[in-house]
């Protein structure tokens, strides 16, 4: 269940993107995504720190080693989720 919620997250924020930045986001490699860490990313972690997104964050959180866990780590399992659900809805 909670996977189904975090997804309703990930698509409410996949809907906020423009046309373009969907194109960029599923052009990407997976290597690339390091490059969304200080734009994108921040943002992320700056919504994670709020409060918002909740189901995302815990999705996220459970799929970091807790000796790993940081919201730099979580918000880079957000990217990549968010990256391979766009790749999966082409």
């Given at each position: 269940?909670?996977?189904?919620?975090?997804?309703?997250?990930?698509?409410?924020?996949?809907?906020?993107?423009?046309?373009?930045?969907?194109?960029?986001?599923?052009?990407?490699?997976?290597?690339?995504?390091?490059?969304?860490?200080?734009?994108?990313?921040?943002?992320?972690?700056?919504?994670?720190?709020?409060?918002?997104?909740?189901?995302?964050?815990?999705?996220?959180?459970?799929?970091?080693?807790?000796?790993?866990?940081?919201?730099?780590?979580?918000?880079?399992?957000?990217?990549?989720e968010i990256w391979l659900h766009i790749r999966a809805t082409r």
């Amino acid at each position: 269940m909670m996977e189904s919620e975090a997804r309703l997250e990930i698509e409410e924020l996949v809907e906020k993107l423009t046309p373009e930045d969907r194109k960029l986001l599923r052009d990407m490699s997976e290597s690339e995504l390091i490059q969304l860490h200080i734009g994108y990313g921040m943002w992320l972690r700056n919504q994670f720190r709020r409060g918002e997104l909740p189901r995302l964050f815990k999705f996220c959180f459970a799929r970091v080693r807790s000796e790993d866990r940081s919201f730099d780590a979580i918000s880079t399992v957000a990217i990549r989720e968010i990256w391979l659900h766009i790749r999966a809805t082409r």
